[in-house]
């Protein structure tokens, strides 16, 4: 299967400039290509991953891919897809994000393979030492505004009259036909991938390597992902999905994928996976057979988090999601009990009801409102339904003590199966 296949097979083709120019160039030997993305924030996002794994993919089919970071496009701002200016960041800014996107772009591209090594650039590079005259003067001259206004980046903004488009973001598409120019010229880099909101932006600079150069170039979309329900990916109630474990930790990300709507878990394995063609076509069979079973869903969160943060984060993640299923609490660390902790019911207890005595067991099962009274809960007890740090206990004269207490503040609590409840000592 060649690369151009493969990213059918998958659906990661949403346009092409010339598909026959393409998979004929492809057929030739190796290409260079490249994608861009503007570091707005200091980690990328579950959103990126699409283009970078197709820039991983062509990479094993022993391509040349270039990750470009927009140092300074970024500090402009791409009016694709929005319906409002981005706010504008200081260089220091996007210096500060670039540097920590680095690290989690040597997870998703071999930057030290001997063949076909991944390269990572910065437009500020070549774009800063230029001029505003020289620019106008070497590169505005051979854009047409009436095609700019006609492009859908900018004529949707244009339309809207109560926002529009500053001169400022107008200009944005220049400047990636300037990236694309340079890199065309200087790395022999003949096509540019991007999201489906790039169409516009990728045609000028082919049509800008063309103009200065004589070259041709291509250019390849990717669909923009959307969830079943029409919403937009990665987003969720508490924001977005980042790679950046300190803002999303491994677990919630081992969250966000195990929650995939059922409607969506076998194109994602397409779109965020290295498993093969055979692999997805048995996961599929699999779910058909058996949705309850989350056999494809599984797969699809331990090899993305696998993919972003190693197979040993990956393990800890798990550890932690089958607490919820009367795991064992070994190893489980606190940062990660407390990001379950979010999604219990929690109850605050004043430490001194564990003082003394202790705080008998009933009450605290009635207190985290397992049960509706400690009559109901001695039975319960009684009958072994109730664990405590998932453990049975079937004594209703058990005492809860500080002793009890994991990582010094909680008592989780379990009624049957799958009802849990925590006190929290303030």
Known sequence: MTIYDELQWRGLVADCTDVPGL?????????????????????????NLV???????????????????GGATGSIGDPSGR????????????????????????????????????????NADWTAPVSYLEFLRDIGKHFSVNQMVAKESVRARMEDREVGISYTEFSYMLLQAFDFYHLRKEH?????????????????GIDLCRKKLGAGAFGLTLPLITNADGSKFGKTVAGATWLDPAKTSVYRF????IRTDDRDVIRYLKYFTFLSRDE?????QQHAANPGARDAHKALARAVTD?????AATAEALRASNLLFGGPLEGIPESTFKDIVDEIPTRELARARLDGTGLPLVEAVVLAELCPGKSQARKDVEGGGI????????DPKRLMAASDLLFGRYLLLRKGKRTYAILKVD
């Not at 993919?307 to 197979?311: A, N, T």
């Open 387 to 394: 664990y405590v740090n998932n453990a049975r206990v079937a």
């Open 280 to 284: 997805i076509a048995a996961l599929e």
């Open 188 to 204: 022999q880099c003949e096509l540019q991938i991007g999201g489906s909101d790039q169409w516009g932006n990728i045609t000028a």
């Open 51 to 69: 283009p970078l794994l197709v820039l991983r993919r062509f990479q094993t089919h022993g391509h040349h891919p270039i990750a470009l970071a």
């Open 307 to 311: 993919l972003v943060h190693g197979p």
């Open 254 to 257: 081992y969250q966000f994928w």
């Open 23 to 47: 998979t004929t160039r492809l057929a030739a030997g190796p290409i260079t290509l490249y994608c861009g993305f503007d570091p707005t924030a200091d980690s990328l996002h579950v959103g």
């Open 83 to 122: 319906t409002a200016e981005r706010q504008l960041l200081t260089r220091e800014i996007l210096s500060r994000n670039i540097a920590s996107v680095k690290t989690q772009l040597r997870r998703l591209l071999d930057f030290d393979t001997a063949a076909n090594p991944a390269r990572l650039l910065d």
